[in-house]
């Protein structure tokens, strides 16, 4: 395990480096923290990093991978902001942003594998301006987002033609009024015809229909 203390920590992996966090927690404590990847960063089942409480800030830069595979990246209280331009992938993983205005904007491929959920707090937003990607041949992946989403990117899913199933986008919150996401659905033999429907998203809070568009 590793743990930083009180202070304001900054921690750097250039490309091409791994920090991965495995039976173990990195603890940055509290303090405005703040890690730059270009590398690989991998959490894995069960371990976490906690940056503390705190205005935290994570980036991923382009080809930069964050890999939550079964683990959690938690953000206390604080403003906190990730930003992504590369590849975010939860594989059943966690992002938890607690107590503050925070931010998760998409600029890249975030990755949704397995049940995966991203809990941005009451006053929290995920704005996605790439994409939410959940191809993987199969439509048991599932993203829930707590807090409210936003942006104008796409959404990437699996579409079973023969039980009608799709992945799922589940936002315990709102959808921003001007938020426009295209949905793009991967299906073995698509159809020239109309076919049975199937919900792919569900809300809990305010959203209205051109908060999602029909893509390809």
């Known amino acids: 395990a590793v743990s930083t203390g009180f202070g304001d920590d900054s921690f750097i992996n250039g490309s091409g480096g791994l920090w991965q966090v495995l039976n173990s ?22 371990d976490l990093i906690s940056f503390g409480n705190g205005n935290d800030s994570l980036t991923n830069a382009t080809g930069g991978l964050i890999d939550v595979v079964g683990g959690t990246i938690a953000m206390d209280a604080g403003d906190d902001t990730i930003t ?14 607690s107590i503050g205005t925070n931010a998760f904007n998409n600029r890249g491929v975030l990755k949704v594998l397995g049940n995966s959920t991203i809990d941005m707090g009451f006053f929290g937003t995920l704005t996605n301006l790439s994409a939410i990607d959940f191809i993987d041949g199969a439509t048991d992946d599932r993203l829930t987002v707590t807090g409210t989403l936003a942006g104008a990117g796409v959404l990437n899913l699996d579409f079973n033609l023969l039980n009608s199933t799709v992945d799922q986008l589940v ?29 792919f998203a569900r809300v809990s809070g305010t959203s209205v229909a051109s908060n999602f568009v029909a893509g390809q």
């Open 25 to 46: 927690a990195t603890e940055l404590g509290e303090g405005d923290d703040s890690l730059s990847n270009a590398g690989t960063v991998r959490i894995d089942s069960g």
């Open 84 to 97: 992504n331009f590369g590849t975010f992938r939860l594989t059943g993983g966690m992002v938890t942003m």
């Open 171 to 199: 936002v315990t919150g709102n959808v921003a009024g001007n938020a426009v996401q295209t949905v793009n659905i991967l299906a073995p033999g698509l159809p020239t015809t109309a076919h049975t429907s199937s919900v």
